[in-house]
């Protein structure tokens, strides 16, 4: 719990204070900036450099603040900052607020965090400022679990900012310190206002060169230092490495994290350990939302991108429908594709929140309710409400509160998203394209690729395009390209229904999640959806799934089907939910679908023929187990595909991943998610 004392922020949990009562701000200069001489290393930064800080304590934000106004000062104007923080308490939204206000110096970058910070997620969050060129990764976890996930030689400089060590021994162990060193590139600095001599020797044994310099303020003196250069980069001390196995539940060197550390050497070798230009230019390859997510990502970056689409216009298949939902799913055992889901739902928001702003026509933050409809959902729900989920972020309901939320009564509680909603897909990737470094090539097939000295050549029917780099989104299509030959890619049919709305189904005011979803109504028209058909790739309109969609409205959604059943069309006959005629289909009644529906709700014809319903059939991509396929492929190529139905929440974050790797800089993620992604990875496991 945040405190107040005479003014300035305080920590009941350690009993300290946050910054000094002196100054906050001239200390954090004092302390970090000047102690790892930032000012100095920013401006000899050269075109397309990065500079990568690292934190221990992220408290109130106010050295990140500090760093990257700094930075934006001094830095030269192709150069880039990622700053690493740590933080197992974060504050509240309030809190933060309250603590950012006392240095109206950086109000212009405190009003930006304090946007962003209201989209946090537990464990790693991604966030970019300054159009792209400052990037933040918040791990919000225990230090312990967060640093063994960190690049081995990622980082530049060091900000050790926990409470005292008296009073938060936790925070600098020699677990702790040896992870620092493990993630420290050649010549990395660190400084700390600390001077206790356990904290100075473990440093030393850590890797590090430390010494006594003044102190700010009150405290006489304060530390730094900088990595020995016999020092072996990404390793930890082997004295260091002992002794943290004989410690239970550090999570530095236990069993499985030495395992998570060793699996993905792919990883370990690129993402941040190398401190190189970015190349100048790429190939996107896709005009759907990973496309355009990837070549937005790229061109922030610097990176002049060559967007190639075949169809005559961006958002055709899986991204085309008029509206999309942005719905993140997880279970309470939160496996690797889960928190991953999670960690794109934060980034996504904040991305939309710049690209595409609330504004109720291009996108609707309503909220967005997912049923306990099942005993199945009611036990996956009931599961994840034992665990502390930020109010912002998720709420466990009961039925008369999801009714009061939703605008519609409800038979059954489940979970409530207040920062879900619906947007316009082909708008968030128009907006996501519409870049000076982005040139599109639309009505171009891709149908081959081939190396060259200089990088990579796609080349289809009257061009031939090249660049130093290639990523391939282009979905099932992917496969026509002999390096994706062999990929388990799935094309996945997937239709939507446009609903007219009725003044009883206009009350509805948020999406509704069970098996299927409905979205509220705009201009007189719900969008519900949506099926699921695999192997299929075709685009035609089909009853049979207008039904589909129906039928799963009628079963968890009562009060909308009675809704929306107000004002029928005429139709022939009647069917009785969840059998067909016996002329078309002999199939068994559910026992959750035994309504009775007209046969222009379950996607029949209108009398004198003609299709009841509107509504749109696209493609998406999926492969077994549903986990995106992100990051390299081979030297200079990348993908991002098998994003299947949350390519909304995931190509974001996907193409971060991909910029971090292409750049060496920062990656998004922890080591091990990427390595659950890594196409590489998955198909080395594959043909074992």
């Not at 290393?41 to 934190?55: H, I, K, W």
């Not at 700053?83 to 939204?93: A, G, I, M, T, Y």
């Not at 972020?393 to 039925?399: E, G, M, R, S």
Request: hydrophobic letters at 40%; aromatic letters at 6%.
């Amino acid at each position: 719990m945040l405190a107040w004392k005479e003014g300035q922020p305080y920590s009941d949990r350690f009993g300290d204070v946050y910054f000094s009562a002196d100054s906050g701000l001239e200390e954090t200069r004092h302390v970090f900036l000047q102690g790892n001489r930032l000012k100095e290393r920013f401006a000899a930064l050269g075109e397309g450099e990065s500079f990568c800080v690292g934190e221990l304590g992220f408290g109130t934000g106010l050295n990140f603040l500090s760093s990257w106004q700094l930075f934006e000062q001094v830095a030269p104007p192709g150069a880039s900052l990622d700053f690493f923080s740590v933080e197992k308490f974060p504050l509240s939204d309030d809190e933060l607020h309250a603590a950012l206000a006392l240095w109206p110096e950086l109000s212009a970058q405190a009003e930006v965090l304090l946007a962003r910070w209201h989209r946090r997620v537990p464990g790693w969050n991604r966030w970019s400022f300054a159009n792209g060129r400052v990037r933040l990764t918040l791990a919000l976890e225990d230090v312990t679990e967060a640093l063994p996930q960190l690049s081995p030689a990622c980082v530049d400089a060091w900000f050790l900012d926990g409470f005292s060590p008296a009073k938060n021994p936790e925070m600098w162990s020699d677990a702790v310190l040896s992870g620092i060193a493990r993630a420290s590139r050649a010549g990395a600095t660190l400084s700390t206002y600390s001077c206790a001599g356990w904290v100075r020797r473990g440093l030393q044994q850590a890797g590090f060169e430390v010494e006594r310099v003044e102190g700010f303020g009150s405290k006489r003196e304060m530390v730094r230092g900088q990595i020995n250069p016999a020092f072996p980069v990404g390793a930890a001390s082997n004295k260091v490495r002992q002794s943290t196995t004989q410690q239970v539940g550090c999570g530095i060197d236990t069993a499985a994290n030495a395992l998570r550390q060793q699996a993905c050497p792919e990883h370990s070798r690129r993402a941040g350990s190398y401190k190189g230009k970015p190349p100048r230019t790429a190939i996107v390859i896709g005009g759907g939302i990973a496309g355009c997510a990837a070549a937005h990502a790229l061109a922030q970056r610097g990176i002049a991108v060559t967007l190639i689409e075949c169809a005559p216009q961006l958002a055709t298949q899986g991204s085309g429908n008029p509206r999309g939902i942005l719905h993140a799913r997880f279970g309470a055992g939160m496996n690797a594709l889960h928190r991953f889901v999670l960690a794109a739902y934060g980034h996504a928001l904040a991305l939309l929140d710049e690209a595409v702003p609330v504004d109720g026509v291009l996108r609707s933050e309503c909220g967005l309710l997912q049923l306990a409809a099942t005993d199945a959902e009611a036990k996956r729900i009931a599961k994840l409400s034992v665990q502390e989920w930020p109010a912002h972020l998720l709420q466990v309901v009961d039925a008369a509160t999801a009714s009061e939320l939703v605008g519609m009564e409800m038979t059954h509680g489940g979970l409530w998203f207040p920062g879900g909603g619906w947007v316009v897909p082909p708008q968030v990737c128009a907006r996501l394209a519409d870049h000076p470094l982005i040139v599109q090539r639309l009505g171009s097939e891709v149908t081959a690729l081939e190396r060259t000295a200089s990088g990579w050549r796609a080349s289809g029917e009257g061009f031939a395009i090249e660049a130093e780099q290639v990523v391939v989104c282009s979905s099932h299509q992917a496969k026509n390209l002999s390096q994706f030959a062999a990929f388990p890619l799935q094309p996945v049919r997937g239709q939507i229904s446009i609903l007219p709305s009725t003044p009883a189904s206009e009350s509805l005011h948020a999406v509704l999640c069970a098996e299927g979803y409905c979205a509220p109504a705009v201009a007189g028209q719900h969008v519900a959806g949506a099926t699921s058909t695999f192997d299929d790739a075709a685009t035609d309109l089909r009853e049979a799934d207008h039904a589909d969609n129906l039928a799963k409205i009628a079963a968890h959604m009562p009060a909308l089907n009675q809704a929306l059943n107000q004002s029928l069309p005429p139709c022939r006959g009647k069917v009785r939910m969840g059998v067909e005629s016996q002329e078309s289909n002999n199939s068994t009644p559910t026992p959750d679908r035994d309504n009775s529906l007209s046969l222009w709700e379950r996607g029949g014809v209108r009398e004198g023929g003609g299709s009841a319903l509107a509504g749109r059939a696209g493609v998406r991509c999926s492969v077994p187990g549903a986990t995106p396929l992100v990051g390299e492929v081979e030297s200079g190529l990348y993908c991002s595909l098998a994003h299947g139905t949350r390519g909304l929440l995931t190509a974001g974050l996907s193409a971060e991943i991909i910029a971090a790797e292409m750049c060496g800089t920062m990656p998004p993620l922890p080591q091990d998610l990427l390595q659950a992604l890594s196409p590489l990875h998955r198909l080395r496991n594959k043909r074992k």
